[in-house]
Every structure is written in structure tokens, then in C-alpha cells.
């Protein structure tokens, strides 16, 4: 059963992404969505330069206000407020490429919506889309959980892709298959599933229900095809269940996630990034946000990248802005 909305909205900040990428241009356009007001109070953590900048090409009849702390926002539909950080030289700036200087921004914009919902000055954060490589040259060697973790002084954050009653968390994440496989074990498999199940309450949902995918075809059809369902995957799930979740599993990922956009499960736990991330980005298409759990605060992201060839074109989708902004205003902190 899902909690009521808050009686207050939610002040979301939403950091523009990579600057060079479609994050300013959905964020504006984003902001044209009454529902979004209905759920939430959210404002761009980010260069106002820039987000002047797309608003020349988005088509979004949105005013944009610059403010330099979160009391100074008012929080209008069809004005977006801008907490400028002024760290992004337009002279300089390149729509589509990788660029330090645009690693660099959005790791700043991260830190400071950390640092702001840490505060308590907002209720969580939602990271547009960033380029891995450009925060590698800027000296940032992190994935987006990586980089939370490093924020927050925790050991370790997971990533939950989220559209509609459809939730997808990996045992594993951003490794080569092969370091993945290696990485699986029935402590790291338990593991997901506590911090799952833990995250889907979070949500309100007071009784989560778990469906665990197997690693190999058939989940190994009885160690014809590997043994690690029935020596790693299934003990971690007696594990859980002893401890009294909701779990099933593993069940073959070839047809777990059939009807999963209706809800036939709350969460889905897939054992590599591509199993997880495949069904949930066909079925859910341009809608898809993440959340992140294991972190102190309520943190997520748009479900896609930068997008640097739609970048400055006009055309891009903000249906994972909106999607993520609804998800996070639903989310108990921490999860």
C-alpha cells in the first residue's frame, strides 16, 4: 500500500548533467509540466549561463531566475529557478563533445546538491545525464554510485531503475561480464536483496515482493549449463527468506520479466548490468529513472546518457526528468 503525498512538496534539486549533453534541455523543458508542480518544488543546481543557453533551442516557454540559495526560490510553474554555480566558460563550451571542463561541472553541481540535502535544505537530488569520460579527464574516476558513495563517506551505493510500478536493482553494475561473474557471490546477492527490499519500503510499499533472475540459461538446468544458480543464487535467496522477505527465485531471465510493467513483482533483481538494464529500458523507453539506495540522502538519476548527438537540436525527451522528479518526491529518506 502506497503512502499518501506529503502535505509539503518536496524541493528536488536537479543538477543539469553533463553541459555539453541534453541535461540542460530536459530539465527546462521538464519544469513546462504542471504534475511536476503536484508532486514536488524542484530547481536547477548548475551554470546559469548554460541553461540560458538552451533555452535559445529548447522551444520550452519556461522563465528562468537566477538565485543564489534555496530560500531565495519561489517555486512558480513556468519560472525555473537556477541556484548558479557560474563554472562553466560558454566560450569555451561545446555542444557534444567531452570537455574536462563539463566532467568537472557536474561533479561541482553533485557535491553541492549533497551538500545542500545533507543540510536538510532540500529533500533530495536528481543527477541529469553525465559523461563518464569527461569526468575522467576532469580527475573524477567514478560511475554515478561511485561518485555518491565518494560524496557521502559511504562505503558503497546501488543503483534502482525505476518506471512505474516496474523496478530493476543489480548484484552487479558497471563491470566487463566477465569481472561481473566474478564478482557474484551469495553475500553480495543477499546483500542486494536487503537493500532492496529495504529501498522498495522506502516507497511506501509496506510488504515488497522479490523476484530474483538466474545467471545462467534456465538457470543452469540442473548444472548442465553452470552451477552457480544452485551453489550462490539460491542459498543467498533461503538466506533472505529467513529472514523473513518476500523472495522468490532464481526464476530463468529469459521470461521473469514478462508482465513486469504491470507489477506483477515490486522489484527485480537481475544479476548483471545488461539482464537488469535491457528489459526495463525496452519496455519503459524514454520514461526510466534511477534511485539510489545505500546512500544517506535521497539521491537518483534520468535513466540514459548524455545524448551528445541530440545535443543544441531541440528534440529531446524529458519524460525521464519528470519520471525521476515523481520518484524521489514518493521516497522516504534513507533508503
Known amino acids: 500500500m502506497r503512502k499518501p503525498m506529503k502535505a509539503r512538496r518536496p524541493i528536488i534539486g536537479v543538477t543539469m548533467g553533463d553541459p555539453a549533453g541534453i541535461g540542460p534541455e530536459i530539465a527546462l523543458k521538464a519544469a513546462t509540466f504542471r504534475e511536476v508542480y503536484q508532486h514536488c518544488r524542484p530547481l536547477v543546481i548548475g551554470d546559469y549561463g548554460v541553461m540560458e543557453q538552451a533555452r535559445g533551442f529548447a522551444g520550452a516557454p519556461v522563465e528562468l ?19 548558479d554555480l557560474a563554472d ?15 566532467g568537472q561541472a557536474f561533479v561541482e553541481a553533485a557535491r553541492k546538491g549533497v551538500q545542500l540535502a545533507l543540510a536538510g535544505e532540500i529533500h533530495g537530488v536528481l543527477a541529469g545525464p553525465h559523461s563518464k569520460a569527461a569526468m575522467y579527464q576532469a580527475g573524477f574516476h567514478f560511475d554515478g554510485p561511485g561518485l555518491l558513495a565518494h560524496l557521502t563517506a559511504v562505503e558503497k551505493t546501488v543503483l ?21 561473474l ?23 510499499i509496506a510488504r515488497p515482493r522479490i523476484a530474483v533472475a538466474g545467471l545462467n540459461p534456465h538457470c543452469g538446468e540442473g548444472g548442465i549449463f553452470g552451477t552457480e544458480d544452485t551453489e550462490i543464487v539460491a542459498p543467498a535467496i533461503e538466506d533472505a527468506r529467513a529472514e523473513g522477505i518476500d523472495v522468490v527465485g532464481p526464476i530463468p531471465a529469459d521470461g521473469l520479466f514478462v508482465g513486469s510493467e504491470e507489477g ?38 534520468v535513466g540514459h546518457g548524455t545524448a551528445f548527438e541530440l545535443a543544441g537540436k531541440g528534440i529531446a525527451d524529458p519524460a525521464s526528468v519528470v519520471e525521476g522528479l515523481s520518484l524521489l518526491a514518493q521516497a522516504e529518506r534513507p533508503l
Open 264 to 301: 506483477v513483482f515490486d522489484l527485480y533483481v537481475a544479476m548483471y548490468h545488461d539482464q537488469g538494464h535491457l528489459p526495463i529500458k525496452v519496455l519503459g523507453k524514454r520514461r526510466v529513472a534511477g534511485i539510489m539506495l545505500g546512500s544517506p540522502i535521497v539521491y537518483g538519476t
Open 160 to 180: 534502482m531503475l525505476c518506471v512505474g510500478p516496474m523496478r530493476v536493482l543489480g548484484v552487479t553494475h558497471h563491470a566487463s561480464l566477465r569481472q561481473a
Open 88 to 102: 562553466v566558460d560558454l566560450a569555451e563550451l561545446r555542444l557534444g563533445q567531452v570537455q574536462a571542463m563539463n
Open 182 to 204: 566474478d564478482q557474484i557471490t551469495r553475500e553480495r546477492v543477499l546483500y542486494t536483496i536487503r537493500i532492496g527490499d529495504r529501498g522498495i519500503r522506502g516507497l511506501g
Open 65 to 83: 531566475r537566477r538565485i543564489e540559495s534555496v530560500d531565495q526560490a519561489e517555486f512558480r510553474h513556468g519560472v525555473l529557478e537556477v541556484l
